[in-house]
Nanobody, 118 residues
Framework: QVRFVESGGGLVQPGGSLRLSCQAS????????VGWYRQAPGKERALVVS???????EYGDVEKDRFTITKDNAENTVYLQIDDLKPEDTAVYYC????????????WGQGTQVTVSS
């Protein structure tokens, strides 16, 4: 089972940007897709965006223009660029593997905290 370690979070002012990293313990080409999720305080964890082996992207209920997912197969890393950060983006961000029908198939890691505040 491929496991993931998230990093890159932090405290950012509104309007700023962050790039989160998701390092896999194995080949990301061995999974159907890798997704970024987030869980805000008091809310359920939800999909932000995922990327498949064919580079197809699936977005959750987010402003698509602000979230960019990319991957580096050679480094087995998936990135999430978040631009124009807003306070409502404050959450713990996680990544995980998904199967062909979008079901999470891996174990959750520790996540990385993103806090947007002035």
């Amino acid at each position: 089972q491929v496991r993931f370690v998230e990093s890159g979070g932090g405290l950012v002012q509104p309007g700023g940007s962050l790039r989160l990293s998701c390092q896999a313990s194995g080949y990301i080409t061995s999974v159907d897709a890798v997704g970024w999720y987030r869980q805000a305080p008091g809310k359920e964890r939800a999909l932000v965006v995922s990327i498949s082996g064919w580079d197809e992207k699936e977005y959750g209920d987010v402003e698509k223009d602000r979230f960019t997912i990319t991957k580096d197969n050679a480094e087995n890393t998936v990135y999430l660029q978040i631009d124009d950060l807003k306070p409502e983006d404050t959450a713990v961000y996680y990544c995980n593997s998904r199967n062909a029908v979008g079901r999470v198939v891996g174990s959750w890691g520790q996540g990385t905290q993103v806090t947007v505040s002035s």
